[in-house]
């Protein structure tokens, strides 16, 4: 099996007299682009100076940008939220208050453009078999999957389609999914919800799929018997399966969508677990198309 990519202007009325109702309720003036740089810098916990070392903008042109005294350039507000490490998608909000269309594109993965990008995807999807290996994008929807990732599902008796059109955070929690399947179910589900809020903080999308969301109880942990990281234990009728998690994500990113991804490869953390998914990867290779 080889992986898929899956794919206003306001109106005026001179004749009106001043003290009629306005026919639409005032809005909260915007933020000015200065002040949010402001605010940006202050959650970064970086000072003037500090900002202005890391993105090359002096510091007295900085402190006149952030109070409104100076308007700064496109490539300057550039080099100032890629310093401050500003989700793309907020950049485009800042542009925008200081009068420029948005920077920051989000082109679809099945365009020409992206050539490369599914190529590289398919690269390291292929690389990571006999263990598994998902694209997510930014709602935890699995975008692709390598064939390893079906022949795990096929191991818990789920559907194999699951490895494709399915998001992994409905998967984890909701009954009847991925999450059911899992020894240490309350640990793996409280860290991927306590992740996925923190992304949902910029993300209204996410955030809406959170609230249809079951919440996991958070267990109680002794700090003594803390390990160097957190396994995903699984049961199967092969024995039970454990799986170390790394994050590969795109460098330097300047487009929604590619910032937007990060593949999540599934390690198995023994010589158990290696035989099981090298075994079924085999035999998946040797059977008949």
């Known amino acids: 099996m080889t992986s898929q990519v899956i794919d206003g202007a306001r109106r005026t009325c001179q004749s009106c007299p001043m003290n009629m109702p306005l026919p639409f309720p005032r809005s909260t ?3 000015a682009a200065g002040e949010q740089l402001r ?7 970086l000072s003037q100076l500090d900002l202005s070392l890391l993105s090359g903008v002096s510091q007295r042109h900085l402190s006149c940008i952030e109070t409104g005294r100076a308007q700064a350039s496109p490539g300057t507000l550039h080099n ?16 925008l208050a ?6 920051y594109q989000a082109t679809p993965l099945a365009s020409a453009a992206m050539d490369a990008v599914r190529g590289a995807l398919d690269h390291l999807l292929h690389a990571n078999n006999p263990a598994p290996a998902i694209v997510l994008g930014s709602n935890w929807e699995v975008v692709a999957a390598n064939a390893s990732t079906a022949l795990l599902f096929d191991l818990l008796d789920l559907p194999v389609d699951m490895s494709s059109g399915l998001n992994l955070l409905v998967t984890l929690l909701e009954p009847g999914g991925l999450g059911d399947h899992l020894l240490n179910a309350e640990e793996i589900r409280a860290v991927a919800w306590q992740r996925a809020s923190r992304e949902a903080l910029g993300n209204p999308v996410l955030a809406s799929l959170l609230a249809q969301l079951p919440p996991p109880a ?3 942990v002794d700090a003594s018997e803390l390990t160097p990281l957190v396994l995903t234990r699984i049961g ?11 994050f590969t994500t795109f460098g330097m990113p300047q487009d929604i969508t ?29 059977k008949p198309r």
């Open 218 to 220: 958070h267990p109680a």
């Open 98 to 103: 200081a009068g420029y269309a948005p920077r």
């Open 39 to 45: 605010q940006l810098r202050r959650q970064a916990q």
């Open 236 to 246: 199967s009728a092969h024995g039970e399966l454990h799986f170390l998690s790394t």
């Open 258 to 286: 590619l910032a937007s991804l990060r593949i999540e490869h599934l390690i198995p953390a023994d010589s158990r677990t290696w035989q099981v998914m090298r075994s079924a990867f085999e035999a998946s290779i040797r």
């Open 29 to 31: 003036p915007p933020v």
């Open 80 to 95: 100032l939220l890629m310093a401050l490490q500003v989700p793309l998608e907020q950049c485009n909000a800042v542009f």
